[in-house]
């Protein structure tokens, strides 16, 4: 293979993130937005612009979550979708999330003009493509949706793309944009304001009340009327939310490709799902490719499906270099709307923001305006349609007993797998769990030939961790933790690392 050894985020290597202090002392402040990705960033910005005083901490750096490892297609076209939702909430609450959505890319696309943002945005339609007969039908289907609902679109039969088509969907004058310039600006934009920035900084947990309390650790708190919690999986414990949402992971290739850049943007209706979509940004011109998604923690060889993102680019565009490689995961809720807005049903001060299914950048500015205005005391049309206290017997109960089900499963699996092997074992830049003095353990040796060992147990909920030998993570598979290889949280719900260990 020719990708290279380690993952590397095109966005993060492309552009600049000025740096934050971490929070070392106990601050007060009106209302604490938790989470430097594209959801808290907008959030903290349009609350300061109301006037608010708001603190913005982020665990790790800004911008070093999903929101820095998307493929940052803006558009509310989300796969196909629309035909589902109408027969699952029916047309009022199916055209509800449409507009949300589209009003979200409305209101990016005039910040970026007005405030004359450089971040590549390029106005561009969005299609979904059948390659078999019943992708096709799925299209039909979907364009009587968009009509139902009035979407702009239409149903075409031929793309500029190498690939045989039966026929497509579009959604017009949708966009794509880097999402780090874009970011960047909001949170230069919310200092200016007189919010505060701290990075570094991860809430352990969360004492509603009035105060609440965001504990960082011993002695270090962030203490607010109210909490925002943007952190992509809830820091609040109440709520059941690790039954309610579950993680996958998707993978994206950056290929330098031969000819013309290639114009709008694209997403199979057929498995193997694939993404598509140009970058022009800073004199580089790349083709991002994406797909291979799976639940996070239950794959059992991550590399292979690099693997097949770069056989399907080779073969497709004429790719031959692919200069970055990185994947992400992105939470998903039972019933497949985000859950955004106040906690519990009465006077709560806590919120959240999660569960955008691969789609966060419409829907994560989405839930940004709909939290302003739930915050400054204004109606908004979508709160009732996203609320987190929703819950809708068919199909989320009998959705969340499978998630159960599946995560049982995995418990049981991760045990029974256990594998015989010694710590002398391991090659160069290999991983496995491994039985160490009776303990069960995630071993990991570097190509500098270090041994690295953890405790395989995942401090969340106490699943075992598996090996992603594509990106040298130890990640969980029952609600989608993930550790980097010497047990450092690179992705909630977990907060605290994995314990190390002695050979
Ligand atoms: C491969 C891939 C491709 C995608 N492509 C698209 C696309 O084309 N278009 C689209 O619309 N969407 C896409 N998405 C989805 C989109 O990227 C996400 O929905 C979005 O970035 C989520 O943003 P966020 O701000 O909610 O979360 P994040 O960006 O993950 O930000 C959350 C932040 O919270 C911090 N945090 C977590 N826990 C704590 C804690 N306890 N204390 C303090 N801080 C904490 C984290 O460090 C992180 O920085 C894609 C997702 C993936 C995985
Ligand atoms: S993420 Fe919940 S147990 Fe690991």
């Given at each position: 293979m020719s990708l290279s050894p380690f993952p590397e985020s095109y966005w993060l290597a492309s552009a600049d993130i000025p740096e934050y202090p971490a929070l070392t002392e106990t601050i007060e402040t009106e209302i604490a937005v938790i989470g430097g990705g594209i959801t808290g960033i907008t959030t903290a910005y349009l609350l300061a612009k109301e006037g608010r005083t708001v603190v913005l901490a982020t665990s790790g750096?800004?911008?070093?979550?999903t929101t820095g490892y998307t493929?940052?297609?803006?558009?509310?076209?989300?796969?196909?979708i629309y035909d589902d939702s109408i027969r699952q909430f029916g047309t009022e609450k199916a055209g509800l999330h449409y507009r949300a959505n589209q009003g979200a890319l409305e209101f990016m696309r005039s910040l970026v003009e007005q405030e004359a943002i450089?971040?590549?945005w390029a106005s561009e339609a969005a299609y979904v493509y059948a390659t078999t007969a019943s992708g096709a039908e799925k299209i039909r289907k979907e364009y009587e949706a968009y009509e139902k609902l009035a979407i702009p679109g239409a149903v075409v039969?031929?793309?500029?793309?190498?690939v045989s088509i039966q026929n497509a969907i579009e959604m017009k004058d949708q966009a794509r944009f880097h999402p780090v310039p874009y970011l960047v600006h909001l949170v230069k934009e919310f200092v200016r304001l007189g919010g505060r920035v701290f990075e570094?900084?991860?809430?352990?947990?969360v004492e509603e009340g009035e105060p609440t309390r965001a504990k960082i650790?011993?002695?270090v708190e962030i203490v607010c009327r109210d909490l925002v919690s943007c952190a992509h999986f809830p820091?609040?414990?109440?709520?059941?939310y690790f039954a309610r949402l579950h993680a996958e992971t998707s993978y994206v290739l950056a290929a330098r490709v031969p000819g013309e850049l290639l114009p709008g943007m694209y997403i199979s209706a057929d498995e193997p799902k694939r993404s598509v979509r140009s970058v022009e940004y800073g004199g580089e011109r790349l083709l991002l490719i994406g797909g291979e998604s799976?639940?996070?923690?239950?794959?059992?060889?991550?590399?292979k499906h690099y693997e097949a993102l770069e056989a399907w680019a080779r073969e497709r565009?004429?790719?031959?270099?692919?200069p970055y490689r990185w994947s992400s995961n992105d939470f998903v809720t039972t019933d497949k709307l985000p859950y955004i807005g106040r906690?519990?049903?009465?006077?709560?001060?806590g919120y959240v923001a999660t569960g955008?299914?691969?789609?966060?950048?419409t829907t994560g500015t989405a839930a940004a305006l709909l939290l302003r205005d739930m915050l400054t005391g204004r109606s908004n049309p979508y709160e009732e349609l996203y609320s987190p206290s929703r819950f809708q017997l068919n199909p989320d109960a009998k959705t969340i007993l499978v998630e159960g089900a599946d995560v049982a499963g995995h418990l049981i699996a991760g045990k029974l797998e256990w594998l015989s092997k010694k710590t002398r074992d391991l090659g160069m830049d290999e991983g496995a769990l491994l039985r160490i003095d009776g303990k069960k353990t995630a071993a990991y040796r570097d190509p500098e030939g270090r041994l690295h060992l953890v405790d395989?147990?995942?401090?969340?909920?106490g699943c075992e961790v598996e090996w992603n030998d594509a990106d040298r993570t130890w990640d969980c598979p029952c609600h989608g933790s993930r550790y980097d290889?010497?047990?450092?949280?690179?992705?909630?719900?977990?907060?605290r690392p994995l314990k190390k260990l002695e050979e």
């Open positions: 750096r800004l911008i070093g979550g493929t940052a297609k803006v558009t509310a076209q989300h796969d196909l450089a971040c590549d039969a031929e793309l500029p793309l190498p570094h900084t991860m809430v352990d947990t650790r011993d002695g820091v609040f414990e109440s709520g059941f799976h639940k996070t923690g239950q794959s059992s060889c991550t590399i565009f004429g790719a031959e270099e692919f906690i519990g049903t009465g006077k709560s001060h955008f299914r691969k789609w966060g950048m395989a147990t995942c401090t969340h909920m290889y010497r047990g450092e949280v690179i992705e909630g719900p977990a907060t």
